[in-house]
Each structure stands twice: as structure tokens, then as C-alpha cells.
């Protein structure tokens, strides 16, 4: 997933990368705990130009990842869109303050900024793939749904919720909230 620098121009050049289960693996899932395969590749379609020395990267990533709903703990597939650009500037003889950058910058031939949305050059090649890894890991939900409806797994006996009743009696009273209720009763009468 390489940007030769020499071959832009000023005028946008358009590149396609296909990040595969082998880029998912190293990338996004042994992080996040997620499974190992990507369904299909993810297609990034990238669109490139220099702006006086400045470099502008702009893109999508498109595809579908294999997330855990966060209520039920299935496995299903999530759409994945997400647009990006960046403006990286010629590090020339400038070293990034963290050590992490410094070291983005000498392999990759790029260090982004805090935000992602701009960031440093060195080289003739940049590497994109630890770029696309952090647009892929900001896209991704911090609360994975399979669906808004979701009934998540009964917190008595585990039974997944969305395939009918469980059949445990309600659980209403041993809501955290109501735990912590008799808690502080508990320990108020103790007071006394
Ligand atoms: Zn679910
Ligand atoms: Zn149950």
C-alpha cells in the first residue's frame, strides 16, 4: 500500500488498495479480539496531488467487517464506509517530539498528527497501511450492535434474548441499580 512521492502532481492520481485478511490480522484484530478473517477485502479508493510541498491523501474505505455485538456477543457483519483525508507536510530535518512518530516517520515514511487529519513525510515512499489502520480503528463502533433491536443475553442464564423468552422469572429487582439500593439500605440500617 505504497505512495511513490515522485510521481504526483498537482493534479489528483487515483489509487486502489485492497486491504486483506492479512492486513486485518496484523492491524485491527488481535487489538480489538476480533475474528482473524475479513469477509471480503476492504477496497480503498485514494485520491493523491501535492499542493505547493504539501501532499494531500483523500479517500474511502469501503467493505464489511466481522464485529461481536457488544449485547448479545453474536458475530455478524458490519458495513463499513468511511472517508479520510490528510495533509502531510515535508518533515525535512524536523524529528516528532514522540519516539512512536519518530519511528512511523523513518519506516513508513509518514507520522501523523494527533488528529489524523494531517501529519509529516520523509522519502520518496509512504507507506499507507499504519494510516489506513487508524482510519479503519476510528471508524469501528465502540459499542458494536448487530442490530438497534438487540436484546442482548439474560443476565441470569446467559440465553440469548433475541430468540424469545428465556423463561427466568423478571429480573427487575436484581437491576445494579436495585443491588445498590439494598446495598445502601443495608448499610445505613447498620449505621444506626
Ligand atoms: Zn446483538
Ligand atoms: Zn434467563
Known amino acids: 500500500m505504497k505512495i511513490v512521492v515522485d510521481r ?5 492520481q487515483e489509487f486502489e488498495f485492497e486491504a486483506g485478511s492479512a492486513w486485518w490480522r496484523q492491524a485491527i484484530a488481535p487489538s480489538r479480539d476480533l475474528p482473524e478473517e475479513l ?11 501535492t ?10 474505505v469501503e467493505g464489511a467487517v466481522p464485529l461481536e455485538c457488544s ?3 453474536a458475530r455478524y457483519r458490519q458495513g463499513l464506509r468511511e472517508s479520510f483525508r490528510v495533509v502531510l507536510e515535508p518533515a525535512g530535518l524536523r ?3 514522540d519516539p512512536e512518530g519518530a519511528r512511523a516517520l523513518t519506516r513508513d515514511g509518514l507520522c ?16 499507507m497501511g499504519p494510516f489506513f489502520q487508524e482510519v479503519v ?3 469501528l463502533p465502540v459499542k458494536p450492535l448487530c442490530g438497534e433491536q438487540c436484546k442482548g443475553l439474560c443476565g441470569r442464564c446467559g440465553a440469548d434474548l433475541n430468540r424469545g423468552p428465556c423463561g427466568c422469572p423478571e429480573i427487575e429487582s436484581e437491576s445494579p441499580f436495585a ?7 443495608g448499610s445505613t440500617r447498620g449505621e444506626d
Open 8 to 12: 504526483l502532481s498537482p493534479t489528483p
Open 39 to 49: 469477509p471480503e477485502p476492504l477496497r480503498i479508493r485514494v485520491e493523491a496531488y
Open 51 to 60: 499542493a505547493v510541498e504539501d501532499l494531500v491523501i483523500q479517500g474511502t
Open 71 to 73: 449485547r448479545c456477543l
Open 95 to 97: 524529528q516528532p517530539a
Open 112 to 127: 501523523l498528527s494527533e488528529d489524523v487529519g494531517s501529519g509529516w513525510f520523509r522519502g520518496d515512499e509512504i507507506e
Open 137 to 139: 480503528s476510528l471508524a
Open 179 to 185: 443491588v445498590l439500593q439494598q446495598l445502601r439500605d
